[in-house]
Nanobody, 127 residues
Framework: QVQLVESGGGLVQAGGSLRLSCAAS????????MGWFRQTPGKEREFVAAISRNGENTYVTDSMKGRFTISRDNAKNTVYLQMNSLKPEDTAVYYCAAVNTYSSRTYYRTERAYNYWGQGTQVTVSS
């Protein structure tokens, strides 16, 4: 049974930092490209960042470039999202997702590409 468990969310002041973690189990982690998405009430889920199987290729959506970084540790079956210079508009539930892919260098930016999802972790940024 595949499980993705996010952690690291919480309440932070604007300008602060958080590091989200997503621990994967029940799958061979090295075969999966990973992604982070976020969602606020009443809005569609939004792509945040993605990383290839081998961790060499990453993508962060334009509005978060320079503030957010995605990384992974295949030995720990974990993907991370480092978030710096947080803004109130970053408040959302953050989800990690996994997709089984043949290519070691490909990442995916669309929600429908992903096979598995975590339950989400709340991030709240106060002004």
């Amino acid at each position: 049974q595949v499980q993705l468990v996010e952690s690291g969310g919480g309440l932070v002041q604007a300008g602060g930092s958080l590091r989200l973690s997503c621990a994967a189990s029940g799958l061979f982690f090295e075969n999966y490209a990973m992604g982070w998405f976020r969602q606020t009430p009443g809005k569609e889920r939004e792509f945040v960042a993605a990383i290839s199987r081998n961790g060499e290729n990453t993508y962060v959506t334009d509005s978060m470039k320079g503030r957010f970084t995605i990384s992974r540790d295949n030995a720990k079956n974990t993907v991370y999202l480092q978030m710096n210079s947080l803004k109130p508009e970053d408040t959302a539930v953050y989800y990690c997702a996994a997709v089984n892919t043949y290519s070691s260098r490909t990442y995916y930016r669309t929600e429908r590409a992903y096979n598995y999802w975590g339950q989400g972790t709340q991030v709240t940024v106060s002004s």
